[in-house]
Nanobody, 121 residues
Framework: QVQVVESGGGLVQAGGSLTLSCAAS????????MYWYCQAPGKQRTYVAI???????DYADSVKGRFTISRDNAKNTVYLQMSSLKPEDTAVYYC???????????????WGQGTQVTVSS
């Protein structure tokens, strides 16, 4: 069993900051890339950022310069520091992790349940 659990969402005013956390736990042989996605009401889930196991990061153009993704490999945890938040950042933020549960199996992407971020104007 593998679990991916997000935390840290909430209500913040425009221009403010918020940090999300996501921890993977359970039967993990190898934890590869970890991601953040978001889904605004009535819209499709979209990519926000990635952090690979060897430290590479990448961001969607809409969040570059405002969001920072980081991870603690010892804790199987990824973070998303969000600053200069805008009302259009309002969404449910989902964490995903590419996990290999044993050496004989290919990796599978596991998703968290999501955490709500609301930015008021």
């Amino acid at each position: 069993q593998v679990q991916v659990v997000e935390s840290g969402g909430g209500l913040v005013q425009a221009g403010g900051s918020l940090t999300l956390s996501c921890a993977a736990s359970g039967s993990i042989f190898r934890l590869n890339a970890m991601y953040w996605y978001c889904q605004a009401p009535g819209k499709q889930r979209t990519y926000v950022a990635i952090a690979t196991s060897d430290g590479l990061t990448d961001y969607a153009d809409s969040v570059k310069g405002r969001f920072t993704i980081s991870r603690d490999n010892a804790k199987n945890t990824v973070y998303l520091q969000m600053s200069s938040l805008k009302p259009e950042d309002t969404a449910v933020y989902y964490c995903a992790a590419d996990i290999q549960v044993d050496r004989r199996r290919i990796q599978t992407r596991y998703w968290g349940q999501g955490t709500q971020v609301t930015v008021s104007s």
